[in-house]
């Protein structure tokens, strides 16, 4: 067999069922032969008698202050152990246990609980090996009732099993590429899921299978966020445009992509143009959207709808259980604005931000890119292309009119502050149009935090609408100022969190440091006003390290955000803090560089304990525009190449082999969560348009479809694609506005 075909087949073994089980992990786990190697926390004696490993235990409130376990597990990440043991107790009791790492952060691959009994209760359990670090297994015994605890018949074996997170992991090709396609003078990198130690031939082909290139992968381990081994295979030296070009290895191959100079142009087009069929209170025309997007203004009072023409605030029980009776006296005309997600809920924080990076990819064309298509008419499908207004100006302006809308009135309590949302008393269920909700309405009480996110994008939009709309840029400095004094009056009126009480998103926050921050910088920013440098300049988060690679920001913490704003746009700013400023930028970007490089797929995200979290992928883009915005700063191409190798994680280099926009690459999404893009509900109803982002892998099951499918899972395959699966698989606004800035940035950077 050739070098080749040894290679080939070392990757298929790791898919093929029953593996062989592996040799026993605890020696002498019968303790018959003392020879076993458990060990004890200070203050606790262990006794060796009967086949059994004993311990008495004192009182203790602590259960970690006395601890046995045993050390050196050499577990195989990607394969499935058997833990079994046999507990007594005196008195019954329950008894804890861990396997983990045997270092910190002490992650745990398996946690279990055994009622032990006097007479002795069997216990087993299998678990996923993720971590290639030497485990143990420990038993924390601290207890209020003293007692004794005795062990026998512990056991700890490989199973023969593959993981379901590796059988996941291993539905698509074996090699994952950017299914979309690579840039000319671009990183072009692919990931082997293969589970072979050495190094694996590999050829890239044109369209007409002709070999072009040839190389070898280089072995990159075990990752445990797939659940997976893999390898790199990397072309970056093929320059040669041209579509329907694959990488092969034997009989495998990628699925087909192109290289080229402009990739990225058409994606940031319809990702703008996602945000039309978003909209409420306006008819979507076919002609724009295309015919199966068609569908009547929705929430403007014609039946069933109730509307948002004229909405009271929430009342009765409801808002004397999230508000301890608030209500209010007035309504508002609240139309407009843009559906926060699947769902028909308007939320004023996400709502905010969105617009924010929308119009942040318009001032980075301004300032960074002169003549690109995001500045001028004409982009993206909108009614009001060809108006002479930028179209992402004229996407920004239709939140930004509602955002306006949901200021409290002069003359009322709480004057000048943002009603937090807006949305149906009661939850709605799929499918449903947004004219055929027929729900009341209602205005939850103002928060802070929404307030001063107005004020930031309302400052952000009245520096950008300046020469384009002067009495528009008027109107929204005026409405800043104002929520600014309302938010400073009102320091403390927090969001609460309802578990879903009442027919929409929670959106709690408790905390609204980083938005008064925000707020500063943008309304600074617009104005040159020292009182706002001042506030910024005595804030924590003047030089906190605000951008972390478990995500740089998000809706709830938009202080990243701003740092970002002020490193591209502060040139008015005193030197010093302006060099510290883009320092800081620059350090937190050349660190997501080193990580990236440790990553087998590429991608530029690392969250805690490598969970992944609700909307990981709209996660990643946030730091790839740390990335973009390090480019910006130093001109430095790493940085821009680390933009690039990042959207290949979201284009089809993941665990999943699946691209996470709608209609890029040979496999995507086609039932993201969502009331009116429910084909997998209603065959008449489309599946979402082109240019939808997937939320991504979650690792917190929060749907019945995930806790259903996905147990077990390893991160990144932590997704599911049906429509039901909101907390995986939902598209929203905040989703879909850092994908329009990557795709502008990607598509004007050279």
């Not at 009182?59 to 079994?84: F, H, M, T």
């Not at 507990?87 to 032990?116: C, I, K, L, M, N």
């Not at 997007?293 to 929705?298: C, E, H, K, S, V």
């Amino acid at each position: 067999m050739s070098r080749f075909g040894i290679a080939h087949a070392a990757i298929v073994a790791l898919f093929l069922p029953g593996m062989a089980a592996g040799a026993e992990l605890i020696a002498d786990g019968h303790f018959s032969e003392d020879k076993d190697a458990f060990w004890a926390s200070d203050g606790l004696k262990l006794e060796r008698a009967n086949g059994r490993l004993c311990v008495r235990v004192e009182s203790n409130d602590e259960a970690w202050s006395q601890i046995i376990g045993v050390n050196g597990l050499k577990l195989e990440p990607g394969r499935i152990y058997r833990l079994s043991m046999t507990v007594a107790t005196e008195p019954a009791r329950a008894v804890s246990g861990r396997v983990q790492r045997a270092q910190e952060p002490w992650t745990a691959a398996t946690e279990f609980t055994v009622a032990g009994s006097p007479d002795g209760t069997p216990f087993s359990t299998e678990f996923e090996a993720l971590e290639p670090d030497e485990a143990q297994l420990v038993l924390p015994l601290g207890s209020r009732e003293p007692g004794r605890v005795c062990l026998d018949d512990v056991s700890l074996v490989a199973t023969g099993a593959v993981s379901p997170a590796a059988r996941r992991a291993s539905e698509g090709p074996a090699i994952r590429v950017n299914q979309s396609g690579y840039l000319t003078d671009g990183p072009k990198r692919a990931t082997f899921v293969a589970d072979a130690k050495q190094a694996i031939d590999f050829q890239l082909l044109d369209a007409k299978d002709r070999i072009v290139g040839k190389g070898k992968t280089h072995p990159s381990g075990f990752d445990p966020t797939a659940g997976v081994g893999t390898q790199i295979a990397d072309f970056s030296p093929f320059s040669v445009s041209g579509d329907g070009y694959r990488l092969v290895s034997g009989d495998w191959a990628s699925d087909r992509f192109s290289i080229g100079e402009d990739l990225y142009g058409q994606l940031r087009v319809d990702a703008l143009s996602w945000f039309y069929p978003q909209r409420s209170g306006i008819e979507i025309k076919g002609a724009i959207a295309g015919k199966a997007y068609a569908r009547p203004a929705g929430h403007v009072g014609v039946a069933p709808n109730v509307g948002d023409t004229a909405v009271a605030c929430l009342s009765g029980e409801q808002a004397e259980a999230l508000y301890g009776g608030w209500s209010c006296s007035y309504r508002l005309d609240v139309t407009g604005g843009w559906y926060d997600a699947g769902d028909h809920g308007k939320y004023a924080v996400t709502g905010a931000l969105s617009a924010a990076q929308l119009l942040a990819a318009y001032e980075r064309g301004l300032f960074f890119a002169p003549g690109s298509p995001v500045t001028r008419d004409g982009l993206s499908r909108i009614p009001e292309n060809g108006n002479g207004l930028p179209d992402i100006l004229d996407e920004a302006r239709w939140e930004l009119d509602f955002l306006l809308r949901m200021m409290v009135p002069d003359g009322e309590p709480l004057a000048g502050m943002v009603h937090h949302k807006v949305h149906d008393t009661a939850w709605t269920t799929a499918p449903m149009l947004p004219s055929d909700d027929p729900q009341p309405r209602a205005l939850h009480r103002p928060s802070t935090a929404a307030t001063l996110d107005v004020a930031a994008v309302a400052a952000q939009g009245a520096r950008l609408f300046a020469d384009q709309n002067p009495s528009f840029s008027a109107r929204l400095l005026a409405a800043a100022r104002k929520a600014w004094v309302a938010a400073n009056a009102s320091p403390a009126l927090f969001a609460p969190k309802s578990d879903g009480l009442a027919g929409g998103g929670d959106y709690d926050d408790d905390s609204i440091l980083d938005e008064l921050f925000w707020a500063a910088t943008e309304l600074y920013l617009t104005t040159g006003n020292g009182e706002y440098l001042k506030t910024l300049q005595a804030s924590p988060l003047w030089t906190d390290d605000v951008l972390s690679p478990g995500g740089a920001f998000d809706w709830r913490n938009v202080a990243g955000f701003a740092r970002l704003q002020l490193a591209l746009y502060g040139s008015g700013l005193p030197k010093a803090d302006q060099e510290a400023i883009r320092g800081s930028v620059l350090v937190a970007a050349r660190h997501f560089l080193a990580l990236q490089q440790t990553e087998p797929f590429g991608l530029v995200y690392q969250p805690r304990e490598r969970r992944y979290d609700w909307g990981s992928n709209q996660l990643m883009l946030q730091n790839l525009i740390v990335l973009s915005a390090a480019f910006d700063l130093s001109g430095e191409k790493a940085f821009l190449d680390g933009v690039r190798e990042g959207m290949d994680y979201i284009l089809g280099r993941n665990a999943m082999g699946l691209s996470y926009v709608t209609g890029y690459g040979a496999r995507s999404p086609q039932n993201q969560h969502s009331r009116w893009y429910a084909r997998q509900r209603d065959p008449s109803l489309p599946a979402p348009p082109v240019g939808s982002l997937a939320g991504g892998p979650n690792s917190t099951l929060v749907d019945d479809i995930a806790r259903e499918r996905l147990r077990g899972c390893a991160p990144q395959t932590c997704y599911v694609d049906d429509v039901e699966a909101y907390g995986s698989n939902e598209i929203a606004i905040n989703w879909n506005a850092p994908l329009v800035y990557v795709a502008s940035f990607l598509a004007d950077a050279r």
